[in-house]
């Protein structure tokens, strides 16, 4: 079945490069997604990439996705502490349209 | 300012009996939907509803009901046949998921506790 895994935590120091990293089983997903979720708040789009790219970039976040190996990363550029969230990994089935979820990862950030 | 609404924030449950958690959005999306969140677990699709007056069952509907009366509510009943409820809850909204790209517009959730 589908299915999108990640792992559960990632530590950094701030200021340095974080990289969420995740991966999915649908091949056919016409769209990757990373969503944020503040302690005790509902998730928000981060950001988004479409199938047919291999990589977006928006200011601190660079999105790189493999296709081939059904592999999608998020790095944060010069991680700060608001920065602290667990991020999820999802993808759109093409059959149903319905969001696979994956667990999130909760990112924390040492001084 | 547009946006989804769920209340309450924090719910407290006595076992065996019904609760209701209330969703209300004023985005004018058609699509909504029911998620649980536990610890270490991706988000589990309850319950979700393409239209008014339509809603189909997700991946962990047993002991959940809803209802679809209106294009901005989305009430979600966690009834005493779920034996384990105690969770976040999260509601989301969005365009018709089968248009060419959606983004999913969540609450602030409900935390429900069985005491």
């Known amino acids: 079945g589908e299915d999108v895994e990640q792992s559960l935590f990632l530590s950094v120091r701030e200021g340095d490069s974080s990289v969420i990293n995740c991966t999915y089983t649908?091949?056919?997903?016409?769209?990757l997604y990373w969503y944020k979720q503040e302690p005790g708040a509902g998730l928000q789009l981060l950001t988004y990439i479409f199938s047919n790219m291999d990589m977006k970039q928006d200011q601190r976040l660079t999105v790189l996705l493999n296709k081939k190996d059904k592999h999608l990363s998020l790095r944060i550029a010069d991680t700060q502490t608001g920065d602290s969230a667990i991020y999820f990994c999802a993808e759109r089935s093409d059959s149903n349209y319905q969001l696979i979820w994956g667990a999130g990862t909760k990112l924390i950030i040492k001084p | 300012d547009g946006g989804i609404t769920q209340s309450p924030k924090y719910l407290f449950r006595k076992e065996g009996q019904n609760v209701t958690l209330s969703c209300e959005q004023n985005l004018n999306h058609d699509a909504m939907y029911w998620y649980r969140q536990d610890p270490g677990q991706g988000l589990r699709l309850i319950y979700y509803s393409q239209i008014v007056n339509d809603f189909q069952k997700g991946d962990i509907a047993e002991g959940y009901s809803v209802s679809r009366e209106k294009k901005e509510s989305f009430p979600l009943t966690v009834t005493s046949a779920q034996k384990n409820p105690t969770a976040f809850y999260l509601c989301?909204?969005?365009?018709?998921?089968?248009?060419?790209?959606?983004?999913?517009?969540f609450g602030q959730g409900t935390r429900l506790t069985v005491v």
């Open positions: 649908d091949s056919s997903s016409t769209y």
């Open positions: 989301a909204s969005s365009i018709p998921p089968d248009t060419e790209f959606t983004e999913a517009f």
